[in-house]
């Protein structure tokens, strides 16, 4: 982490048994939501996956989100 940078962390998680859509926190200009981790799908956190202002989270599932700046990306 670079000193002086804003780094926000969200984790997500659904515990039905249906899946659900998530409305991510707003998060300052210039910074991006990147997937860590995501227990439905472990190729999402391969790819570094980005995603907009809403997730779509599978039934009985987490995800974890860090939210950097593009310059950091």
Request: aromatic share 6%; net charge negative; glycine share 6%.
């Amino acid at each position: 982490m670079v000193p002086g940078t804003v780094t926000c962390i969200y984790c997500a998680v659904n515990a039905h048994w249906e899946r659900h859509i998530f409305e991510l926190p707003v998060i300052p200009e210039g910074m991006q939501w990147e997937i860590v981790a995501y227990t439905a799908d472990e190729k999402a956190k391969e790819d570094g996956r980005k995603v907009g202002n809403t997730i779509d989270l599978m039934e009985r599932s987490v995800m974890v989100l860090i939210a950097k700046s593009d310059q950091l990306i």
